[in-house]
């Protein structure tokens, strides 16, 4: 189809009371995996590049944007492209030439006095070069290694009139929320706070992110999509359904040295992965 700016999709996905699905892409890999399942699934993606996997391509984001691009080109479905957790003002500023239409600009760390001035700042910037800004009020847990947060800790809850300010002082266009969910989870467990997220809904006027989606259960995601969450992001996923197919290629045959013989069963792996997160949602 086409290569499309990350507010169309999610604009489309929440007019039509559904969640629109946005992976994590650290090799070529992912993003051949995502397309594909994507394709397979009849669905609209974004592909997504963390400043966390910039940094280890080298602290360089265009060989891995302009990668991600040319797969999302020669898509089967509309694929957006999303620079993801950009603490990085530099970064933030590369987004523009790299063929992004969508950042996500983390501040959630900052007092929020802090916290709203920098994302204001961002959004004027992305607004001025035509992209979609996303940001972040609350702590989600299990950031870099981080333990996740327990259900009474300090930023754990978005407060929803906290959230229906901040929106108004920062400009953004979508907020992720703090509900229930947590970073890197292996397991599906999480359990979100439905009730919040119908309050949040009710108070912020821009669409809403839930972050760490890997942890959650299907039918507590389907729940949360029907209760209002738009995006919906998932990174652990696919690593989980990556080194899971790796491991048992090399296992069963140790002797093994030809990258591509483990590669596409990963790449075939986190496929399956997209087609079942996105016919769900």
Same mark, same amino acid.
Request: include cysteine.
């Given at each position: ?97 790299? %063929?992004? @239409?969508?950042? #996500? ?8 006095? *802090?916290?709203? =001035? $920098?994302? &204001? /700042? +961002? ?56 509900? %229930?969910? @947590?970073?890197? #989870? ?8 439905? *009730?919040?997220? =119908? $309050?949040? &809904? /009710? +108070? ?78």
């Amino acid at each position: 189809m086409a290569l499309v700016p990350t507010g169309k999709l999610v604009a489309e996905a929440a007019a039509a009371g559904v969640g629109v699905a946005a992976f994590n892409v650290i090799t070529l890999e992912h993003a051949e995996a995502i397309t594909a399942g994507a394709a397979a699934a009849g669905r609209p993606v974004i592909l997504q590049i963390s400043e966390n996997a910039v940094k280890f391509h080298g602290g360089r984001v265009g060989p891995l944007a302009a990668a991600a691009r040319a797969v999302a080109e020669l898509a089967a479905v509309d694929v957006a492209l999303h620079l993801d957790h950009v603490e990085s003002v530099a970064l933030l500023h590369q987004a523009p030439e790299h %063929g992004f @239409s969508s950042v #996500m600009f983390d501040a959630s760390t900052l007092p929020y006095a *802090d916290n709203v =001035a $920098a994302t &204001k /700042a +961002a959004a004027d910037f992305c607004h001025e070069h035509g992209l979609w800004l996303e940001s972040e009020l609350g702590t989600v847990g299990g950031k870099d290694g981080a333990p996740p947060l327990g259900a009474h800790a300090k930023g754990a809850r978005t407060d929803p009139a906290e959230a229906a300010a901040y929106v108004a002082e920062t400009g953004v266009d979508a907020l992720a929320v703090a509900v %229930g969910s @947590s970073h890197a #989870m292996t397991t599906r467990d999480a359990a979100l706070d439905h *009730d919040l997220i =119908a $309050a949040l &809904k /009710a +108070a912020v006027g821009v669409p809403l992110v839930l972050h760490g989606s890997s942890g959650v259960g299907d039918a507590e995601l389907r729940r949360a999509v029907t209760g209002g969450l738009v995006k919906i992001n998932i990174g652990t996923a696919l690593n989980i359904a990556f080194t899971g197919a790796v491991r048992e290629t090399l296992t069963a045959d140790p002797k093994l040295v030809d990258p591509r013989k483990y590669l596409n069963p990963a790449r075939h792996s986190m496929s399956d992965t997209v087609r079942h997160f996105l016919t769900l949602l």
